[in-house]
C-alpha cells in the first residue's frame, strides 16, 4: 500500500514564503508522476502543480504564476512545494498525490484533474493572513 505523507503547512503573513514537503513509501515512486492540490473551505479540490517522474518537467496552475516551486528527490520518495509570495488566497488545505499512471515512455502528460491521481496524503493546513 502507498503511502504519503505531508508536512511543513503552517499560519504565516502574506508575503512570507513557506515549503511543503511530501514523503512517499513504496519503491516505484520514480516511475509515477506526482502532484499539489489544495482545497479551501466550502470550494472543490484544485490543481496546484505537477512534476514528471524525472522532476525534469513541471505544470503549474494559472494562479501560481511563478510563486511556487514543484520539485522531487527520488533518492529520498520526496515531493516539495516551495511558496513565496503567499497571498492570503492561498489559504487552504495542501494534498500531495501520486499519478495513476505509471510512466510509459519518455513523454509525459501532465494531468490537473482530481481523479487522476490514485494515491493521496491526509494533507497540511496552509493558512495566509492579511
Known amino acids: 500500500q502507498v503511502q504519503l505523507l505531508e508536512s511543513g503547512g503552517g499560519s504565516v503573513q502574506a508575503g512570507d514564503s513557506l515549503t511543503l514537503s511530501c514523503t512517499v513509501s513504496?519503491?516505484?515512486?520514480?516511475?509515477?508522476?506526482m502532484g499539489w492540490f489544495r482545497q479551501a473551505p466550502g470550494k472543490e479540490r484544485e490543481f496546484v502543480a505537477s512534476?514528471?517522474?524525472?522532476?525534469?518537467?513541471?505544470h503549474y496552475a494559472d494562479f501560481v504564476a511563478g510563486r511556487f516551486t514543484i520539485s522531487r528527490d527520488n533518492t529520498q520518495n520526496t515531493v516539495s512545494l516551495q511558496m513565496n509570495s503567499l497571498k492570503p488566497e492561498d489559504t487552504a488545505v495542501y494534498y500531495c498525490?501520486?499519478?495513476?499512471?505509471?510512466?510509459?515512455?519518455?513523454?509525459?502528460?501532465?494531468?490537473?484533474?482530481?481523479?487522476?491521481?490514485?494515491?493521496w496524503g491526509q494533507g497540511t493546513q496552509v493558512t495566509v493572513s492579511s
Open positions: 498525490a501520486r499519478d495513476r499512471a505509471r510512466r510509459i515512455g519518455n513523454v509525459w502528460v501532465p494531468k490537473e484533474g482530481v481523479h487522476e491521481y490514485e494515491y
Open positions: 513504496g519503491r516505484t515512486f520514480s516511475d509515477y508522476p
Open positions: 512534476i514528471s517522474w524525472s522532476g525534469g518537467s513541471t
